[in-house]
């Protein structure tokens, strides 16, 4: 049975040869007979240490009931195949690393040579692997002993007992057409037409349509495809409405696993295979466990945004970074085992088995909503693996300042009901810090959303459900600044400095500077710059990754009533903190029931 194929470059996936193949130069890959190739030349090594054709040995033997391993290669040609065990490792202090180059430099790698054996056959070979290890990736390399087309290959297994599975893809959009069309025809060709698929007639696909613009026959008149017109309660009302739909309210063969992946997603459906497989051999104590996918950005392929997470009151830990997963050491020092508790729902895999109709997630609108229903399934366990992923659009300063009042909301929200909250001193800590960014830039809207985020916490869970988020989201949405064209500004005198340049003192040497007075009229800045005196009336913060910027002010009146209105924070978190979080704590049980959710959602008979 496969459960891993080699995969290969290709137009509209990824075009690194890198993250596939390593050792030898970049060349055509060609197709013959439906199958792609290319040519390895006599004396060339190729190797299969990569982020795609890898074996992730440590996890799957971890995870699942693997008992035996092997990898059919098919060539024509002759070659000498070799296997090698590697396990990564990596520093603390990567977390803190500036750069790529910085970041490789503290990953290390021990590699051994593994036990094996090859069977050569008519179409190529088999690689018995003798050993299944515990940790790290095992991999091979093939040396031509002749000029050898190369057709890939697959890792296969022996093993019978498999669990059933039936897979829903759901997918929540707001007005994102095009993309959505194209995913959900992905998934049509790749799987539910496709009798060659491991999936084929087990998945479907479930479409929260929150903008209500997608066609109800979009897709012609499937019974595997379900489009459902929503209010618009963000990623959470929609990625909610298609959990109640699947699970819940399905009718027909249930299902076992949902995807929650996000509608501007891009993915080969070659994971969708891998995840499914994965889930057929899990062990029993990890089969209500999520699979998570990493994040890989789209712009840069090659490239890993998030590679698992963890959260701890106000505290995000995003690992591996920024990781350029065509590096050697990173290949392996990526399936390093780190401490997760949730997992992005742009791609994460979770067993129909632990949702119910009072195990919900909490309707946030948007932000945090992921971040806290995987915290509340993690024990259970959560599994990611190299080769497990989609790519994404950069996140980094692409919202909108809106957005600084649903992460400061719902932190708080998402935090009650566990032992480890935030306490006081680190709440203030974290006000001080957000306001002092957000005021140092002159940016008071921003600080006006954050304080209004966390009022709304305050304000209790009775006004929490009361809200009407489209209303409220409106109303954010206009606080939003305007950005435009950088025309008439000088980009070479931009700053775009990093805490590591300046003491640890910043917040107090930042209020310095701000009090003294502006020698300059205008300074560009970046909008990751850490703000640390500008010395100037007006500050123009451009963003790198939309070409734009806007221009901020300085403003004594708004700075004193931002002051006024931090202090008068202060004393809410000294004085009623606790008690709200107990207070939240009560109430969760209340809306994140299908009861609730139907009547949020309009779905009242």
């Given at each position: 049975?496969?459960?891993?194929?080699?995969?290969?470059?290709?137009?509209?996936?990824?075009?690194?040869?890198?993250?596939?193949?390593?050792?030898?130069?970049?060349?055509?890959?060609?197709?013959?007979?439906?199958?792609?190739?290319?040519?390895?030349?006599?004396?060339?090594?190729?190797?299969?240490?990569?982020?795609?054709?890898?074996?992730?040995?440590?996890?799957?033997?971890?995870?699942?009931?693997?008992?035996?391993?092997?990898?059919?290669?098919?060539?024509?040609?002759?070659?000498?195949?070799?296997?090698?065990?590697?396990?990564?490792?990596?520093?603390?202090?990567?977390?803190?690393?500036?750069?790529?180059?910085e970041k490789v430099a503290m990953m290390t790698r021990e590699?051994?040579?593994?036990?094996?054996?090859?069977?050569?056959?008519?179409?190529?070979?088999?690689?018995?692997?003798?050993?299944?290890?515990?940790?790290?990736?095992?991999?091979?390399?093939l040396l031509a002993l002749e000029d050898t087309e190369f057709?890939?290959?697959?890792?296969?297994?022996?093993?019978?007992?498999?669990?059933?599975?039936?897979?829903?893809?759901?997918?929540?959009?707001?007005?994102?057409?095009?993309?959505?069309?194209?995913?959900?025809?992905?998934?049509?060709?790749?799987?539910?037409?496709?009798?060659?698929?491991?999936?084929?007639?087990?998945?479907?696909?479930?479409?929260?349509?929150?903008?209500?613009?997608?066609?109800?026959?979009?897709?012609?008149?499937?019974?595997?495809?379900?489009?459902?017109?929503?209010?618009?309660?963000?990623?959470?009302?929609?990625?909610?409405?298609?959990?109640?739909?699947?699970?819940?309210?399905?009718?027909?063969?249930?299902?076992?696993?949902?995807?929650?992946?996000?509608?501007?997603?891009?993915?080969?459906?070659?994971?969708?295979?891998?995840?499914?497989?994965?889930?057929?051999?899990?062990?029993?104590?990890?089969?209500?466990?999520?699979?998570?996918?990493?994040?890989?950005?789209?712009?840069?392929?090659?490239?890993?945004?998030?590679?698992?997470?963890?959260?701890?009151?106000?505290?995000?830990?995003?690992?591996?970074?920024?990781?350029?997963?065509?590096?050697?050491?990173?290949?392996?020092?990526?399936?390093?085992?780190?401490?997760?508790?949730?997992?992005?729902?742009?791609?994460?895999?979770?067993?129909?088995?632990?949702?119910?109709?009072?195990?919900?997630?909490?309707?946030?609108?948007?932000?945090?909503?992921?971040?806290?229903?995987?915290?509340?399934?993690?024990?259970?366990?959560?599994?990611?693996?190299?080769?497990?992923?989609?790519?994404?659009?950069?996140?980094?300063?692409?919202?909108?300042?809106?957005?600084?009042?649903?992460?400061?909301?719902?932190?708080?929200?998402?935090?009650?009901?566990?032992?480890?909250?935030?306490?006081?001193?680190?709440?203030?800590?974290?006000?001080?810090?957000?306001?002092?960014?957000?005021?140092?830039?002159?940016?008071?809207?921003?600080?006006?959303?954050?304080?209004?985020?966390?009022?709304?916490?305050?304000?209790?869970?009775?006004?929490?459900?009361?809200?009407?988020?489209?209303?409220?989201?409106?109303?954010?949405?206009?606080?939003?600044?305007?950005?435009?064209?950088?025309?008439?500004?000088?980009?070479?005198?931009?700053?775009?400095?990093?805490?590591?340049?300046?003491?640890?003192?910043?917040?107090?040497?930042?209020?310095?500077?701000?009090?003294?007075?502006?020698?300059?009229?205008?300074?560009?800045?970046?909008?990751?710059?850490?703000?640390?005196?500008?010395?100037?009336?007006?500050?123009?913060?451009?963003?790198?990754?939309?070409?734009?910027?806007?221009?901020?002010?300085?403003?004594?009146?708004?700075?004193?009533?931002?002051?006024?209105?931090?202090?008068?924070?202060?004393?809410?978190?000294?004085?009623?903190?606790?008690?709200?979080?107990?207070?939240?704590?009560?109430?969760?049980?209340?809306?994140?029931?299908?009861?609730?959710?139907?009547?949020?959602?309009?779905?009242?008979?």
């Amino acid at each position: 049975m496969i459960i891993q194929k080699l995969l290969f470059p290709r137009e509209g996936v990824c075009t690194d040869w890198e993250m596939y193949f390593r050792g030898v130069e970049q060349r055509e890959v060609k197709s013959k007979d439906g199958k792609m190739y290319f040519l390895l030349k006599k004396g060339e090594c190729l190797s299969l240490e990569t982020y795609f054709n890898s074996f992730s040995i440590g996890k799957w033997t971890t995870y699942t009931k693997l008992s035996n391993l092997l990898l059919e290669l098919e060539y024509e040609g002759k070659l000498k195949v070799e296997v090698k065990h590697v396990v990564g490792n990596k520093s603390d202090e990567i977390f803190r690393a500036r750069t790529t180059e910085e970041k490789v430099a503290m990953m290390t790698r021990e590699e051994e040579n593994a036990e094996f054996n090859v069977c050569e056959n008519e179409r190529g070979c088999k690689v018995s692997f003798d050993k299944l290890y515990k940790e790290g990736i095992v991999y091979v390399t093939l040396l031509a002993l002749e000029d050898t087309e190369f057709y890939g290959g697959a890792y296969t297994t022996e093993e019978s007992e498999l669990r059933d599975v039936r897979i829903s893809f759901n997918i929540c959009t707001f007005k994102r057409e095009k993309e959505v069309e194209h995913n959900v025809k992905q998934i049509i060709n790749d799987v539910l037409e496709n009798q060659a698929s491991p999936l084929y007639k087990n998945a479907e696909v479930y479409v929260s349509d929150n903008g209500q613009s997608l066609p109800l026959d979009l897709f012609g008149n499937r019974d595997d495809v379900h489009i459902f017109p929503n209010k618009n309660a963000g990623g959470a009302g929609g990625f909610t409405r298609t959990i109640i739909e699947s699970v819940l309210k399905r009718k027909g063969t249930p299902f076992t696993h949902f995807i929650l992946m996000d509608d501007d997603i891009q993915f080969d459906s070659e994971v969708l295979e891998r995840t499914y497989h994965i889930l057929r051999m899990l062990k029993d104590e990890y089969k209500d466990a999520n699979l998570c996918g990493s994040m890989l950005e789209r712009e840069d392929r090659y490239m890993q945004f998030e590679g698992g997470a963890y959260w701890k009151g106000v505290m995000l830990k995003s690992y591996n970074h920024e990781w350029d997963l065509r590096e050697q050491k990173a290949v392996a020092a990526n399936e390093a085992y780190n401490e997760l508790n949730y997992g992005g729902w742009w791609y994460c895999c979770i067993p129909t088995s632990v949702v119910n109709e009072k195990n919900l997630p909490i309707p946030m609108f948007i932000h945090y909503d992921d971040i806290e229903y995987g915290r509340r399934l993690s024990s259970n366990g959560i599994i990611m693996m190299n080769g497990i992923c989609v790519w994404h659009p950069y996140g980094g300063n692409k919202q909108p300042i809106s957005m600084n009042y649903y992460d400061e909301r719902n932190i708080l929200i998402a935090m009650s009901g566990y032992e480890e909250y935030a306490t006081k001193a680190k709440m203030i800590d974290h006000l001080a810090r957000i306001i002092t960014r957000d005021v140092m830039r002159y940016k008071y809207e921003a600080a006006e959303t954050c304080f209004m985020g966390m009022e709304a916490f305050f304000d209790g869970p009775e006004a929490f459900m009361k809200i009407d988020p489209i209303e409220k989201h409106k109303e954010l949405g206009a606080m939003n600044y305007k950005y435009s064209d950088p025309d008439g500004y000088d980009l070479s005198k931009m700053h775009d400095r990093e805490y590591e340049d300046y003491p640890r003192f910043i917040p107090q040497m930042e209020l310095l500077c701000w009090l003294l007075p502006s020698f300059k009229k205008l300074r560009i800045v970046s909008e990751k710059d850490i703000g640390y005196g500008f010395f100037a009336k007006q500050i123009y913060l451009y963003d790198r990754n939309r070409k734009q910027g806007f221009l901020t002010e300085r403003n004594f009146k708004k700075t004193l009533a931002a002051l006024k209105r931090y202090f008068a924070l202060r004393k809410r978190i000294k004085n009623e903190f606790d008690d709200k979080i107990a207070e939240w704590k009560e109430y969760k049980e209340k809306f994140t029931c299908l009861e609730y959710w139907e009547k949020y959602l309009d779905l009242e008979d």
